[in-house]
């Protein structure tokens, strides 16, 4: 029986159906569970009123990342030092204790593996091409980097997972983005998802998985792959995806829960199969060219108000869609932004260099690369970095960027989500500009009050060396930027 | 889970578009460990607008909210759903909603109903003074001007909500199904169905 061509993620639903309804909706089986202390509570605290028990404790894995402070969490002496914020601790100490209980591996605070969920996965080889990831955070659309059909689902779907290790689910639309041509320096990862949010707006992908695809991902690191699907959520889609490669594969061997032996070789034999048939066709498509997409910031409230560094605040009477100009009235107005003003002129007080968009060890050293021997402007009064995992702050550190970051005069943190959603004590004061690395820009996302433009780690960076929105091509001489 | 065949009562015409989570339950809210109380920090924003309808007591205790495109976009928090639950809110009313949005409203017990935009338009203006009416079983939307609006439902959602059916325990009774994929896997793709922690 000859196949019809399939797409990567039709190839990656057919394998995971357990059961389908008359209606199509389909009971999917989901291979790994990443938990965290603030969507778990309420799902055990669900099992354990009904009586029931965790399916698969073996394919989950718990690790605390949302709420941890990002300050040092054991005193000289090696003592653990306690969380302030009573709710915190109350919800880190609700997963430290559920996890066991339900016999779940859990990484504690104070482990070096520990780390945002959403670094932690790939980094253990937790997460692994054409598997079903899901968490309880919706940013983990971020694990479609490795080729993993990786979605976030709320507390409910949390507590079915732990219970049955499925999912009911409809398939998804296909969106195709391609993007393909040759990156101009300066333009990184980030630059390349934010510019496809601007173009596809936030309801883009509604409906739709989306598969990236063109020579733009393919030479794309797997750290940069991660920072695209990462944001996949922000165009709308639930899950975005990269066709697992030689270069995932060479980035998945021998990390701690990777396949090894004659599991890794049938592994590979199955990976290499998953790529989208030629002739396979998608709901939709978008095409973008590389050489379009310039560094990019944001100057709203919403991720799709993104503009090249080189321009300027637009006015509402820009926008077509009434909806829109009065959304962007609102959004200008909250961000203190005057139409017309040059992106280059406007001052931050803040940069915030992490989150599970841009904190692995390829964003530090891009921050690192446009800190060094350079220190942050006078303005600028709260600039930390803060690395995704322990093992990154570690490779970091072995590589001695935090003593460069250090020397600009930013903070080098311990690892989490910190000013990325605010829920710790790392937060945006009201009114305040922030130059972040982080995926959302949404009013009062890292602070009440907080005015949050996203961008590249490099051209974070750059803002802080300047204080205020700064082109990081300004800073560094063309020749020496390599395109990411 | 509460069964809703009818939902009847007054409407919070809302009417905004893009309503994401933060804006539904702010961040803060979301350090709670069981479900209940967050309704006191719903729409926490808004509800420092002058003349918001969340703090006008005309639509105190409303089990309907109207709002505009895309509601429930942005974080997956499930926190929202509980918050609108907490405040009363069985019902929601509006041309679409973000798919995780919808998916946490349903797995709660709240009905989300999408209508277009002439309907949504016609309903604020209803709302304002009278009541409204869905009614599950014929997937009606009605007003006490003869205004009447079908919507579309899943199926199978449609059969949870009427009757109150838990989805964890109906996935439950499939156990021998799940047994059956996990066995075709251990052997047609064993790297996925074990991890360093698997134990034999
Ligand atoms: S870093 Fe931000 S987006 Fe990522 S998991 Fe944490 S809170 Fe969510």
Redesign the interface.
Known sequence: MTQNPRTLYQKIWD??V??Q?D?G?C?I?I?RHLVHE??S??AF??LRV?G?TV?R???TLAVPDH?LPTTARKDAAGHVLPIA?R??A??LA?LRQNAPEFGI?YIDATDVEQGIVHVVGPEQG?S?P??TIVC???HTSCHGGIGALAF??????V??VL????L?L?QSKTLEVRVEGTLGAGVTAKDVVLHIIGTIG??GG??HVIEFRGNVFEEMSIEGRLTVCNMSIEG?A?AGLIAPDETTFAYVKGR??A?TGE??D??LA?WKSLATDDGATFDKSVFIRAEDIQPTVTWGT?PEDTSAIGGLVPAPEDFADA?KRD?VKVSLDYMGLTPGTRLTDVEVQNVFIGSCTNSRIEDIRAAAEVLKGRHKADNVKWAIVVPGSGLVKAQAEAEGLDKIIVAAGLEWREPGCSAC???NPDKVPPGERCASTSN?N????QG?GARTHLMSPAMAAAAAVTGRLTDVRDLTAPADLEPA | MQAIEHVAGKAIPFGR??V?T??VI???W??????EGLGQGAFE?VKKEPGNVFTDPAYAGAPILIA???FG???????A?WALLDMGITCVIAP?F???FS??AF??GILTVALPQAAIDRLMEVAVDHPIDIDLDTQTVTTPFQDRFTFEI???RKHCLLNGLD???L??A??D??A???AK?RTA???????????N
């Open positions: 394998a995971h357990v059961d309804r209606d909706t009971l089986y291979d603030v969507t509570p309420q605290e669900g009904a029931r399916r404790p073996d394919l709420n914020d709710e915190s109350t919800q609700a591996r937790f692994l054409g598997a309880g955070d919706s976030g689902i709320g507390t409910s779907e507590e079915h219970a049955t290790q499925t009911l409809k936030t309801a509604t409906g709308g639930r701690p829960y396949p599991d890794w049938k592994a199955w919403s909806s959304a959603l605010a829920m959302r949404f009013t009062g996302r009440p | 578009k893009n994401d933060d804006v702010p961040a803060h979301l350090k709670t460990i069981t479900r924003a505009g495109d895309n976009c942005g974080s997956s928090r499930e926190h759903a679409s973000s798919d995780i998916g946490n797995k709660n899943d199926p199978f989805e964890v325990g996935t439950m499939q156990g199904a799940i059956k994929h996990e896997a793709l064993p790297f996925l169905m074990k991890t360093p922690t698997t134990v």
